[in-house]
C-alpha cells in the first residue's frame, strides 16, 4: 500500500530524517515512536506530502507520491494533525463537508447525495451527528479532534496518517478512537500513526517504527520493540517491561528517580499485639504477594492484618464481614493484606533469620484442626472452616518476581516439613498432614538493599526463609497443641 | 430540529440574502435621490428603465442629467467600489486566517497611493489618458506592488508561509508610507488635492470612471467567488488544506492576485476607504457564518450598500460642502467595529 524508500529529508539545510525505509501493507495499522526531536514528525510529513524529500522516495499504490496531484492525493491520502484550528466560527457539519473537496469536480463544483451520504456517515462513525450544527468553538479538544477525524474520514481515504492522535483526549476518548481505527484496519484502512505512548502502541499497533536520531532504531511487532534495552537505549530513560493484564502485548512502566532510600528492617519490634488480631504496618508500603481474604495477589501493601475469629464463624459472605472488620479497626482495605485463623492469637510465633546480606522475619499462626494430606486422592470441599495455618514472609532485601515465586515455594516446602515433623496427621486418611484446608501465605519485601534474584532452597535468601518458616511454624504448632491439651 | 437550530444560530441564508439585496436597492434609490434637489422615486425608476432598458420617459432634462450623468454613476461606482474593499477583505481574512486583515495589510494601498500621489505631485498627464492618468497610474502601482511584496515573500522563502507575506506586506506599506509622506512634506499648494484623495472621494467621477473600474471588478471577484471553497479549507491552515487536496501555492496566488487588483482598482479611483473591508465581512460573519461561498457574494452586496449609504451621508451631512468618504466610513466602522469586539469577547469567540 504504502511504501518508503530510502527517505532523507528535513526542513532547511540539516537533514531530519536519515535513510528510513519501510512498507505497510493494506489494513495495517502502523505505529511511529520515537523521542523528541527523533524525526517522527517529519518523516510523516514527507510521507504526506508537506514537505519535499531530499533524497529517496515514496511510493503510494505502487506511484511515486509526487506524482499524484493534490487532489488525486487527497483521494487516497487523509491526515488528522495534533491540532486544528481557525479562527472561524464553522460549524462541524461545513468543516466535515470540506473533506469532500477533493472528491468535488468540474467548475461549480456541486454537492452530489454521494457527498451528502459520506458526510453523515463520518459524523455517525465518530459520533459527532448530535452536534454536527454546533460551532467548532463550542466543542471542547477531545470533541473537536473527533470532527477532523470525521473530516478525515469524508475524504474516503484509502491510507489515514495521524499525529499523536491521542494527545487531547482524555482516557475514555482515546480508547473510542484507537478501537474505532482499529475496526477500521479490519474494513481495509491503512492506518500510520506517530504516537507518543509506548503502551498504547503496543497494545494496537500491528507493526512499530523506533525512530531514534532521524534512523531506524528496530522495526517490528511490539513484541520486538517493546524490549527495554531498546526502550533505554533510544529514550534514555529507565523502563521496566511487564505483561498487559488481559492483552498478550508488553508495556512499558517508567521507573522514577529513587531518592536516597533509609534504611528499613522489618522484624518483632513492629508487630502489634490487638487481643483478637495482630497487625504489622512497615514504615514503607511492600511489594506483595499474598493469598489473603483481603488484598490477595500483587500489590503495594502497608498494613498486615492476621485476626482471630471463632471456630463457629459463619462462612457465608465472610469477605464482606472481613472487609467490615477491617475497615472498622482503621485499616484501609486498599492496601491491607488480611488473613483470619481460628487459631488464638496468643498462639502465634515468630522469627528472624539472617543469611549474608539478607534478612528474613516470619509470623505464623499454626493450628493442625483441618489438616490435609494433599497427595491423597478425596473430592474437593466447597465449605472452608476459618483457616489455620497463616504464614507471613516478610523479606528485608530487593526481589525479582521470580525471587517471589520461589520464596513461596521455599516457604510451603518448610511448613510442609514442619508439619511432619510434629506428627500432624489427616484425620480422613490416616497419613502425614502436608497442610491444613484453608492455609494462607504472604511474601512481602521491602524492595530495598541487596538484590536477591532467587529465593531458591540453597540461596541465602530460600535459607533464611525455609529456616525462619519451620521454626515458627513448629512453635506455633506447639502452642496451639499445648492450648488444647490443657482444655 | 435541524432547521431551528441552525435559525437560531445563524440567519437563514435566503433570507439573508434578500434582506442585503432590499438594503443595496434602498441603498441606491436613496443615493440617487437626495441631494440639493429631491428626486422622486417613480422617476428614478423612470429614468433608470429609460436608459437601460429603453422605455419611453417623459422627464424634465435637467432632472435627468442629474439623475443620469450626475448621481447615478457616482452611486454605482460608490457601489463598486464598497463591494470590491468587502470582498478583498473577506477574502483576506479567510486567506490570512486573521479576522483582524483587511485589504491593505499588504500594501497594496500604500502601492496605489504613491502611484496617484506621485501624479498629483508631478502634475503628470500621460497622452492619451487625460485625466485617466492617476486612475491608471494607481493602478498599476498597486497591482506592482502586489507582485514585488509576492517576489521579496517568495526571495526570502520558497514555500511563501503566509507570516512572511503579511511581514512584507507591512514592511512595503512602510516603506511607501514614507514616500507618501515625504512627498507630502515636499508639496506647497497641492496639499490640500493629495490629502482630499488620501481621504478618499468619489465625487465628480462620472461614468468613465465606473468604465474604468469595472473589468478589474468583474475579474476580481468572479475569480474570487470561484475560489470560496479553497479559502473555506484554507481559512484551517495551509497545511491542512494541502491534506484536503487543495493546490495550496497556485491558490493563494490567485487569491492574492485577485484581492489586490480590486483593492488596488478601488484605492486609485476612489483614495483609501477605511473600514469597509473589515466591518462589512465581520458584520456577515455574525449572521450567517464563515462560510465563503456565502462570505463572500454577501459581503460584496452589503459593502456596495454600504458604501453608498456612507457616501450619502458624505455630501449631505454638511451639505454643500462635501465631507471625504473615508472620514464617513471611519467614523461609523470603527464604534460598530468595537461594538462587535466587545460582543465577541463577551459570547466568547462566535465571529
Given amino acids: ?487 | 430540529m435541524r432547521k431551528r437550530s441552525t435559525r437560531t444560530f445563524l440567519l437563514n441564508k435566503k433570507t439573508a440574502y434578500t434582506f442585503a439585496l432590499l438594503f443595496l436597492a434602498a441603498a441606491v434609490f436613496a443615493g440617487t435621490a437626495a441631494g440639493t434637489i429631491q428626486v422622486p422615486f417613480h422617476q428614478i425608476g423612470a429614468i433608470l428603465a429609460h436608459h437601460i432598458i429603453g422605455t419611453e420617459a417623459m422627464i424634465d432634462t435637467s432632472i435627468d442629467n442629474i439623475v443620469w450623468e450626475i448621481r447615478f454613476p457616482r452611486v454605482v461606482l460608490a457601489g463598486l467600489i464598497g463591494a470590491s474593499l468587502a470582498i478583498a477583505g473577506a477574502a483576506f481574512q479567510g486567506l490570512l486566517r486573521n479576522p483582524l486583515a483587511d485589504p491593505y495589510t499588504l500594501g497594496v494601498s500604500s502601492g496605489a497611493s504613491v502611484g496617484a500621489v506621485l501624479v498629483l505631485f508631478f502634475h503628470v498627464s500621460i497622452p492619451f489618458l487625460g485625466r485617466f492618468t492617476l486612475p491608471v497610474v494607481s493602478v498599476t502601482t498597486a497591482v506592482l506592488t502586489i507582485f514585488c511584496v509576492l517576489l521579496f515573500a517568495q526571495a526570502i522563502e520558497r514555500s511563501m508561509k503566509l507570516e512572511t507575506i503579511i511581514l512584507t506586506g507591512i514592511i512595503f506599506s512602510s516603506f511607501l508610507g514614507s514616500f507618501i509622506s515625504l512627498m507630502i512634506a515636499l508639496t506647497g499648494e497641492e496639499l490640500r488635492q493629495i490629502i482630499n484623495w488620501l481621504l478618499g472621494s468619489v465625487s465628480m467621477r462620472g461614468w468613465p470612471y465606473v468604465q474604468l473600474m469595472l473589468p478589474f471588478f468583474v475579474g476580481g471577484s468572479l475569480l474570487l467567488l470561484y475560489l470560496a471553497p479553497e479559502l473555506n479549507a484554507m481559512s484551517f491552515g495551509e497545511e491542512k488544506a494541502k491534506h484536503l487536496g487543495v493546490n495550496v501555492q497556485r491558490k493563494k496566488m490567485m487569491v492574492l492576485i485577485a484581492g489586490s487588483v480590486l483593492t488596488g482598482a478601488a484605492v486609485a479611483v476612489s483614495g483609501t476607504i477605511g473600514f469597509v473591508g473589515l466591518v462589512v465581512p465581520h458584520f456577515i460573519r455574525i449572521l450567517i457564518g464563515p462560510d465563503h461561498r456565502h462570505l463572500l457574494p454577501l459581503s460584496m452586496i452589503a459593502g456596495g450598500g454600504f458604501l453608498i449609504i456612507a457616501d450619502l451621508a458624505a455630501r449631505t451631512v454638511i451639505s454643500p460642502t462635501e465631507l471625504p468618504i473615508g472620514v464617513i466610513t471611519s467614523l461609523i466602522g470603527a464604534p460598530v467595529f468595537a461594538l462587535i469586539l466587545i460582543n465577541r469577547k463577551r459570547k466568547g469567540g462566535v465571529a
Fill in chain 1, 1 to 487: 500500500m504504502l511504501q518508503v524508500n530510502e527517505l532523507s529529508g528535513g526542513y532547511g539545510s540539516g537533514l531530519i530524517v536519515r535513510g528510513v525505509s519501510f512498507s505497510v501493507k493494506q489494513g495495517e495499522l502502523f505505529g511511529i515512536l520515537g523521542p523528541n526531536g527523533s524525526g517522527k514528525s517529519t518523516l510523516l510529513n514527507m510521507v504526506s506530502g508537506l514537505i519535499k524529500p531530499a533524497t529517496g522516495e515514496v511510493l503510494i499504490k505502487g506511484r511515486p507520491a509526487v506524482s499524484y496531484s493534490p487532489k488525486e492525493l487527497a483521494r487516497v491520502v487523509a491526515v488528522l494533525p495534533q491540532m486544528t484550528s481557525s479562527q472561524f466560527a464553522y460549524t462541524v457539519k461545513e468543516t466535515v463537508s470540506l473533506g469532500r473537496y477533493a472528491h468535488q469536480t468540474g467548475f461549480f463544483k456541486s454537492w452530489t447525495e454521494r457527498d451528502e451520504e459520506m458526510v453523515q456517515k463520518a459524523l455517525e462513525r465518530t459520533g459527532t451527528t448530535a452536534f454536527s450544527e454546533k460551532p467548532l468553538s463550542a466543542l471542547s479538544g477531545g470533541e473537536r479532534q473527533r470532527v477532523f477525524l470525521a473530516q478525515a474520514l469524508a475524504q474516503e481515504p484509502e491510507i489515514l496518517l495521524l499525529d499523536e492522535p491521542t494527545n487531547h483526549l482524555d482516557l475514555s476518548f482515546q480508547k473510542e478512537l484507537l478501537d474505532l481505527l482499529k475496526r477500521m484496519t479490519v474494513d481495509g484502512l491503512t492506518v500510520i500513526s506517530i504516537f507518543h505512548d509506548l503502551n498504547l502502541s503496543s497494545l494496537y499497533c500491528d507493526r512499530l517504527l523506533l525512530l531514534d536520531k532521524g534512523s531506524i532504531h528496530k522495526l517490528g511487532q511490539p513484541a520486538d520493540i517493546m524490549i527495554e534495552q531498546h526502550i533505554q537505549r533510544v529514550y534514555q530513560t529507565e523502563v521496566q517491561k511487564q505483561p498487559h493484564p488481559e492483552v498478550p502485548k508488553p508495556q512499558m512502566s517508567i521507573l522514577p528517580e529513587k531518592g536516597r532510600q533509609k534504611k528499613i528492617d522489618i522484624d518483632a519490634h513492629l508487630l502489634e499485639h490487638h487481643g483478637n488480631y495482630l497487625s504489622l504496618r512497615p514504615p514503607v508500603p511492600l511489594k506483595s504477594l499474598s493469598s489473603g481474604v483481603i488484598g490477595a495477589g500483587w500489590g503495594w501493601r502497608s498494613a498486615f492484618v492476621n485476626r482471630h475469629v471463632d471456630q463457629h464463624y459463619n462462612m457465608e459472605n465472610f469477605e464482606q464481614e472481613a472487609a467490615d472488620y477491617f475497615v472498622q479497626n482503621g485499616f484501609d482495605i486498599q492496601d491491607t493484606v488480611g488473613m483470619m485463623t481460628a487459631v488464638h492469637m496468643d498462639d502465634a510465633a515468630w522469627r528472624k533469620e539472617v543469611q549474608e546480606d539478607v534478612s528474613v522475619f516470619v509470623v505464623a499462626t499454626a493450628g493442625a484442626g483441618n489438616a490435609i494430606d494433599v497427595t491423597q486422592p478425596r473430592s474437593s470441599w466447597k465449605h472452608p472452616s476459618p483457616g489455620t495455618i497463616n504464614i507471613w514472609v516478610f523479606v528485608n532485601g530487593k526481589l525479582s518476581e521470580e525471587a517471589f515465586v520461589q520464596g513461596i515455594m521455599t516457604a510451603t516446602e518448610a511448613k510442609t516439613k514442619a508439619l511432619a515433623d510434629q506428627g500432624v496427621y489427616d484425620a480422613g486418611t490416616g497419613t502425614i498432614a502436608t497442610g491444613t484446608s484453608t492455609d494462607s501465605i504472604l511474601l512481602a519485601a521491602t524492595q530495598r538493599g541487596s538484590y536477591q534474584q532467587f529465593a531458591g532452597s540453597i540461596t541465602p535468601l530460600g535459607i533464611a526463609i525455609g529456616r525462619a518458616v519451620y521454626e515458627s511454624v513448629t512453635a506455633s504448632l506447639q502452642k496451639t497443641a499445648l492450648r488444647k491439651a490443657s482444655l
